[in-house]
């Protein structure tokens, strides 16, 4: 007689049952999620003048091809707020999100900058461009960064967004954590280059500034100035208006 081994034949079966069970327990667990799609409308960088009402071009989002709900928020960056304001100048951040069915949540953003340019003979408000020499040294990286926001308020004083040009927060990408906030221009005498300007300091690094021989040349649309920082360092500062 014949012996036929069952070893085999147990295997097999042991198999069967484990691909079945395995492949019953993955086909009950598993899911495809859609994450939202963003389309956006307009440009995803706009400048605005100041005053102007401001209509937000808006943002799509799709699930799997069906529209979703999205909503906004604002915020500016350099005075605060919750919400962009044409009346106040800032560079504003709108952030678009929307959720999918599963929970899962996506967002796309805009910035908006709201601004005055001034005729640098009545008034040095505006957006510019800046370049700037730290200790004598300079370097592509410093040249032409954007952007300098340069602000009234409302006692006639203007403010600049970072007093130190934006060395740290765009030419090094540091963020705006290390910008220099708080200097205030006095204008007693523009044509005479004539300013008194309030000491301000450093976010992040600390120290105190100190600005002097501001110029300003309504023929280039620059202003110049040289700000020192307690800790060793001179900014010499150029600003050039942007046209927009």
């Known amino acids: 007689m014949k012996n036929i081994s069952i070893k085999p034949l ?3 079966s042991l198999l069967a049952v484990c691909f079945v069970g ?3 327990d993955a086909e009950s667990i598993s899911r495809v999620t859609n994450y939202p799609d963003f389309t956006m409308n307009g440009d995803d960088f706009i400048i605005h003048q100041l005053g102007d009402a401001f209509t937000d071009p808006g943002v799509t989002a799709t699930e799997a091809g069906a529209e979703i709900e999205v909503t906004n928020s604002a915020s500016g960056i350099y005075r605060g707020g919750s919400s962009l304001d044409v009346n106040t100048s800032d560079e504003y951040h709108i952030t ?3 959720t999918n069915k599963d929970g899962f949540a996506g967002s796309v953003g805009r910035t908006v900058i709201v601004v005055n340019n001034g005729d640098l003979v009545n008034s040095i408000e505006g957006l510019y461009t800046s370049t700037v020499v730290r200790n004598g040294s300079a370097s ?10 340069i602000w009234k308020k409302a006692d006639g004083t ?5 007093g130190i040009g934006g060395y740290y927060n765009m030419g090094r990408g540091y963020g705006t954590n290390y910008i220099a906030p708080g200097m205030e221009v006095t204008t007693n005498d523009i044509a005479a280059n004539d ?3 309030t000491d301000f300091g450093v976010k992040t690094f600390g120290g105190a500034c100190t600005t002097a021989n501001m110029t300003v040349d309504p023929a280039t649309k620059t202003i110049n100035f040289v700000t020192t920082w307690d800790v060793g360092y001179d900014f010499d500062v150029t600003l050039t208006q942007v046209s927009f």
């Open 158 to 162: 203007y403010v600049l967004s970072d």
């Open 22 to 24: 395995c492949k019953d």
């Open 140 to 149: 592509p990286q410093y040249t032409d960064m954007a952007y300098i926001l």
């Open 10 to 12: 147990i295997l097999l």
């Open 96 to 98: 678009y999100s929307a």
């Open 195 to 197: 300013f008194t300007i």
